[in-house]
């Protein structure tokens, strides 16, 4: 007998739903993966569902959603959403072309992850300096295609940082992605936290690295600033005038397509494009390379804590 044989390609399944599904309903399996049922099922009926391929499926209006973004099926609202809003939400799939923020569906490619050609994941270099007093409480661990920093209360300088071992060639057309919790902020200007892309670390301070495109955060303020360094161009940390939660994640996206006018989104609303912000054209253009992901947080000699946890961080590239 053979020890095994082909029962389904895994693209549709057999499933038989407790109550009735309508054509179209979107389900989580008890594997925990999103499904579909492409026609009605009566309720100990068995059916099929999909839970492979591309779907075309209900977006919430309120957010850009750009290619390489991962999105979650939000229940309560019958709609996709790049937050994971509720206990009820669960992960739907990537988008796999971009809709506009006031579009009404977007395709997903259902249960994938990002293809991201850098990642924390694929490895990371980090030099930490934590407090040298007695029985320190700072620290610095990794997790999936993440890194979690936390500062304990001495007043000394500290630093924690994670620039990743791959890097990209400047001008490559990609999406950089990062998302990031707050979960207790530094209290004083002596507190600084930055991620996104750049040719470097450094030991003390963030702001004199050459090559650079942050999300910036200064101790005590919650306000979210972006900025820009090359050489030849410099975009000062402008506020978003969209602020962090404490204890709530957000998404920060930035669209690479073109290097020399970068737009930035959070949670999936453009920002710093004279709507919301002050309008600002971040730029990457002739920005000396190659570039890498870098999650950064510092404090000068002062008892500030600090406690943040970047979920995810990566970048996608792709020919256009």
């Known amino acids: 007998m053979a020890e095994a044989a082909l029962y389904q390609d895994g693209t549709m399944i057999d499933w038989t739903p407790t109550a009735a599904v309508a054509a179209g309903e979107v389900i989580q399996l008890k594997d925990g993966r999103a499904a579909f049922a492409p026609t009605a099922i009566a309720a100990g009926v068995l059916g099929s569902v999909q839970v492979k391929g591309i779907a075309k499926v209900a977006k919430v209006i309120t957010q850009t959603m750009l290619v390489s973004n991962q999105v979650f ?172 939660v404490v204890g709530t994640p957000f998404l920060v996206t930035w669209d690479l397509r073109s290097w020399s006018d970068i737009k930035v989104y959070v949670n999936g609303l453009r920002v710093c494009d004279g709507t919301t912000g002050t309008a600002r054209t971040f730029t990457l253009a002739g920005v000396a390379g190659p570039l890498k992901l870098l999650a950064h947080m510092e404090k000068t000699a002062d008892d500030s804590p600090g406690n943040f946890t970047v979920m995810d961080l990566g970048f996608t590239t792709f020919d256009v």
């Open 73 to 244: 099926w939000d229940t309560s609202a019958s709609t996709c959403n790049l937050l994971h809003g509720g206990s009820s939400d669960f992960y739907l799939g990537t988008v796999v072309e971009d809709a506009a923020y006031t579009g009404t569906t977007v395709k997903v490619n259902l249960n994938e992850k990002p293809k991201y050609t850098l990642a924390l994941s694929d490895g990371f270099w980090a030099v930490p300096i934590p407090a040298i007093t007695a029985n320190p409480q700072g620290m610095m661990f990794a997790h999936g295609n993440g890194v979690s920093m936390v500062f304990d209360t001495a007043a000394e300088a500290e630093k924690f940082d994670a620039l990743s071992t791959n890097a990209v060639a400047t001008s490559t057309p990609g999406i950089l992605q990062a998302r990031v919790c707050i979960n207790l902020n530094g209290d004083a200007s002596a507190f600084d936290f930055n991620v996104g892309l750049a040719n470097e670390s450094h030991a003390t301070n963030a702001d004199t690295i050459t090559s650079s495109l942050f999300l910036h955060t200064d101790g005590g303020s919650l306000n979210l600033n972006f900025e820009s360094d090359n050489a030849t161009a410099e975009v000062a940390a402008e506020d978003s005038t969209i602020d962090a």
